[in-house]
Structure formats: C-alpha cells, structure tokens
C-alpha cells in the first residue's frame, strides 16, 4: 500500500516457524499500523502480533477491537494511539500491555518492526518519541523475554535522517547491552490513559492484565 512491497518481519516469522519455532513475537513499533503483518497472521496463534501505532492515521487499520480470528483470536494485540503520544506513554504501554502478555505467551523468538518516524522530529507522524523511548521500550521487551529467546530488529519507517540515526544507535546500544537503564515514568494525559484502558479492556478476556 505503498511503504512496503515485501514484508521481511513476516518473511522471517514464516520462516523460523517453518524452522520449529512454535511460538514467536512481532512487537511494531512503527508509526503506521502494520494491516499487512496483521492480516497475514491474524488466524495463527503461532505469531503473536502486537502493534503501537499512531490512530486514527494511515493505512486506518489497528483498532483495539482487532485481536485476530478463529484460532488466532487473541494473538492480535493493537495499541492505537492519538497524536502527541511520547516516551512515558509508549513506556507505560509496554509496561501495562506489552510486558504481561509477551511474559504469558513464552515466545521462542522475538522480532521488533522498528520503525523509527514515531520520533517527534519525523515529518510524517505526528508522535512525540525520542531516542531515549525507543531505547526503554526495548529494554522493556529484552527484560520479559525468556532467557534464550533471540531477538531480531529489522529497520522500517524514519523519514528525518538524525532521529533515525540517534534511535537506531540508541536501539542498537541496548541490543548491545551498553545503553544505560531508561527509567521512564511520569504522568500522562487523560485521553492517553483512556486509550491504554481501551486496550487492557479488549484484552482482558485473552490475557491476565
């Protein structure tokens, strides 16, 4: 639909799944919903998808009430959030939502869709991330992991050259394990707040929230 012809996150979850991996994580953290990677996976509880993106926004898919089908039902995990959404909102997500149900799935492989134009300098969202969010949410994830499950980060969206370039080392540092800890926490915005508990409330009958 115009930002990706081939999707190289669903390409390798394919693949390790076909290599014996029984259960992996995407976790998307791209400014944009990603409709393809939720389409291709929506009925395989083998993928758990889970997408932090902004909404209403393009492609105008990622609502909260889209959580998969049939067997899939529940391996679906949206969280769309409106303009202005910064690091302690997407830090609180993880915390809230990401954490406990990437912990209660048990994934043998984890593989991030990193994009980088949530960052408050890219032109074409309208979020407000900065190094400092991408490298917490990570650090969130590599902590909830089981011990031995490897992580794979594969470079989506980032259209202003420094934010890409300052997210991606701050990403990499932390794969790296030479990034300090980024203890992000402070209030958010009510309508922020209502968002996460639209999620946790889709959610509650799936996982323990």
């Known amino acids: 639909m115009g930002f990706c ?6 390409v390798a979850a394919a693949h390790a799944r076909a290599q014996g991996a029984e259960r992996v994580v995407i976790v998307d953290w791209d400014v944009h919903h990603g409709n393809g990677t939720e389409e291709i996976f929506r009925s395989d509880p083998g993928v758990l998808y889970i997408s932090l993106h902004q909404f209403p926004f393009y492609p105008g898919t990622g609502a909260a009430s889209e959580q998969g089908v049939g067997e899939g039902a529940g391996y679906t995990v949206n969280i769309p959030l409106s303009p202005g959404a910064g690091d302690v909102v997407y830090t609180e997500a993880f915390r809230r939502i990401v954490n406990p149900v990437v912990e209660q799935y048990q994934p043998d492989l984890a593989i991030v869709s990193a994009g980088f134009d949530a960052h ?5 969202g309208s ?3 900065t190094e400092r969010g991408y490298a917490s949410m990570l650090q969130c994830l590599l902590a909830t992991l089981p011990e031995k499950a490897p992580v794979a980060v594969l470079l989506e969206g980032g259209y202003d050259l ?3 370039e300052a997210s991606l080392y701050a990403t990499l540092q932390t ?3 030479k990034a300090p800890i980024e203890k992000i926490s402070g209030p958010i915005s009510n309508r922020h707040a209502d968002e996460l508990r639209r999620v ?3 959610q509650h009958r799936y996982w323990h929230l």
């Open 127 to 129: 979020m407000d991330l």
């Open 5 to 10: 012809l081939l999707n190289n996150a669903a």
């Open 175 to 177: 794969l790296a394990d």
């Open 200 to 202: 946790e409330s889709a």
């Open 120 to 124: 408050r300098r890219d032109p074409l």
């Open 162 to 164: 420094d934010a890409l």
